[in-house]
């Protein structure tokens, strides 16, 4: 409790995507250590998708057809717009560009996520497979043995409240 912005509520202000220093109320450093004491606790940092179509259909996902600005959009599995890729294409300068707390590291160090012990998952959808390959494309993502492991897809980390008929697809594993 008390080490992020979010716990108490807080959004980004009007126009902005993130919180300053990803919404830390401590030093990065702290954090670290808190968690490097704790071995039950574990940092998870989720990222939302991009725009995708979706959030443009005007009546809902059970609709997987509809009319935006006299264009037909399927909405069937919806991928990024070009408002999405942007997004997504500036979380990735963000994670490449230098931390407040440590000009000499990028946010990506900052953050951890460059050690070895990282593990990067992503819902098998469209939008969040390409939100993930823009967002951590050129970023040097390891695996403990150093092998380029990339992002893994999981099944489980579909969404999976309510009945969105546009959403459903065969799971990763088919």
């Known amino acids: 409790p008390g080490l992020f912005a ?3 509520g807080r959004v980004p202000e009007q126009g902005e995507y993130q919180l300053k220093n990803f919404g830390a109320l401590k030093p990065w450093k702290t954090i670290f250590k808190l968690l490097n004491s704790s071995p039950e606790h574990r940092l998870l940092i989720m990222i939302r998708h991009g725009q995708a179509w979706e959030n443009l259909n005007p009546t809902s996902n059970s609709n997987c057809e509809f009319n935006f600005e006299g264009k037909v959009i399927q909405n ?3 991928s990024l717009t ?3 890729k942007v997004q997504s ?3 990735n300068i963000l994670l490449k560009s230098p931390s407040l707390e440590n000009p000499r590291e990028t946010w990506f160090e900052a953050l951890g996520l460059n050690k070895p012990s ?3 998952l992503t ?3 469209t939008r969040t497979l390409q939100t993930s390959q823009i967002v951590f494309s050129n970023l040097p993502i390891v695996s403990s043995d ?3 492991v990339g992002i893994v ?3 489980l980390l579909r969404a999976g409240i309510g009945q969105a008929v546009c959403n459903f697809r065969l799971n990763a594993h088919t």
């Open 76 to 78: 069937f599995d919806s």
């Open 146 to 148: 150093s092998e380029r």
């Open 89 to 91: 294409e500036t979380l």
């Open 123 to 125: 819902s098998p959808l």
């Open 82 to 84: 070009p408002l999405g």
């Open 6 to 8: 979010q716990q108490l």
């Open 118 to 120: 990282t593990t990067f």
């Open 153 to 155: 897809a999981h099944e």
